[in-house]
């Protein structure tokens, strides 16, 4: 039976001194960053992606270990698990990811956008659990949980529908946080490309003016020219 010690010893086959460093840097885990203390031993997605499959089925108890460990490819590993085994297991997948994501445990990123979509979108759109759900992680005092508020929108938008990712973002319009506006400003793009045009430009003409700057930019990067700047005008 394998547990969660052959998982780290896989990614550690995988892992890389100079990768590692370069991580650190990249994932801002100095101090006062958004991912202070973060640990890195180095290994690549692609690498970490290979090990999961490896390891599909893996017992919850033990994916559990992984979510709790302090290595953050360790935690990437346990999340991507749990992408695996959500249609296996929608209802108890979720609680267990939303309980990781509540105790600080899936807290960069990559770890949220590489899980909200495909457990918490899911779920929801699948009416397993209220709409309210987005609403109140956008709501969160806590960056990663409105991270995953908003990206779990896009799972909703991939099928046709817009609604939360709009309501979500009009609720985020006065957010500081860097990570958020980049975010928010993704899904409205997304919006635009994948649902219609008009549900971009409808949010824009109503709300432009009160975005913030990385808001807009990210929610406009595929209209022409001439519309960026009339939309970014208005700010």
């Given at each position: ?163 939360p990712a709009l309501r979500l973002a009009q ?65």
């Open positions: 039976m394998t547990d969660a010690a052959d998982v780290r010893a896989a990614l550690a086959e995988n892992a890389s001194p100079a990768d590692a460093a370069h991580l650190q840097r990249f994932f801002k885990t100095g101090a006062g960053q958004y991912g202070e203390g973060d640990v890195f031993i180095g290994v690549r997605v692609p690498a970490t992606r290979r090990v999961v499959k490896r390891f599909r089925g893996l017992d919850p108890a033990e994916i559990e270990v992984l979510l709790d460990d302090p290595v953050h490819e360790h935690r990437l590993a346990a999340v991507l698990l749990l992408v695996d085994a959500y249609p296996r297991a929608p209802d108890a997948v979720y609680i267990q990811y939303l309980a990781a994501v509540a105790r600080g445990r899936v807290n960069n990123w990559d770890l949220v956008d590489a899980s909200a979509e495909h457990i918490v979108g899911p779920h929801v759109r699948a009416g397993r659990a209220p709409q309210s759900v987005l609403d109140e992680l956008a709501a969160s005092s806590d960056l990663w949980e409105r991270r995953v508020g908003v990206l779990a929108t896009f799972d909703f938008i991939k099928h046709g529908d817009a609604r609720a985020l319009l006065s957010d500081r946080e860097d990570l958020i506006q980049k975010a928010t400003g993704w899904m409205l793009r997304e919006a635009g490309k994948r649902v219609s045009r008009e549900v971009l430009t409808g949010f824009l003409d109503a709300h432009a003016a009160a975005m913030p700057r990385t808001m807009l930019s990210y929610a406009t990067e595929h209209l022409s020219a001439g519309e960026r700047t009339h939309y970014r005008a208005l700010r």
